[in-house]
Nanobody, 118 residues
Framework: VQLQASGGGLGQPGGSLRLSCAASGRTFVGWFRQAPGKEREFVSAISWSGGSTYYADPVKGRFTISRDNAKNTVYLQMNSLKPEDTAVYYC????????????????WGQGTQVTVSS
């Protein structure tokens, strides 16, 4: 399983950023994040078909996860950014084609830094 995240950087409060994850495999793919001094937390996940998506409460209505299987890429569109979105974002995947709330990912990619600041 290959997971390669990109697209992080500096965003302004109220602005937008889009993360990309090159993800191989026909399975659920998701995003976690870790802010300084905090534990890693779930952000979002999407099924292989894209028909099932899941979001953590802090990002619902602001972030959108999607995927383009022809490009083996999963996206995280982050809108209405807040300073508390500042974190290292990790692309993850779940083996077996199954996802449920609280499941620990089987594979982790390297992180990409997102900083929200004016």
């Amino acid at each position: 399983v290959q997971l390669q995240a990109s697209g992080g950087g500096l965003g302004q409060p109220g602005g937008s950023l889009r993360l990309s994850c090159a993800a191989s495999g026909r399975t659920f793919v998701g995003w976690f994040r870790q802010a300084p001094g905090k534990e890693r937390e779930f952000v979002s996940a999407i099924s292989w078909s894209g028909g099932s998506t899941y979001y953590a409460d802090p990002v619902k209505g602001r972030f959108t996860i999607s995927r383009d299987n022809a490009k083996n890429t999963v996206y995280l569109q982050m809108n209405s950014l807040k300073p508390e979105d500042t974190a290292v974002y990790y692309c993850v995947s779940y083996s077996g084609g199954v996802y449920y709330t609280g499941r620990t990912p089987n594979y982790w990619g390297q992180g990409t830094q997102v900083t929200v600041s004016s």
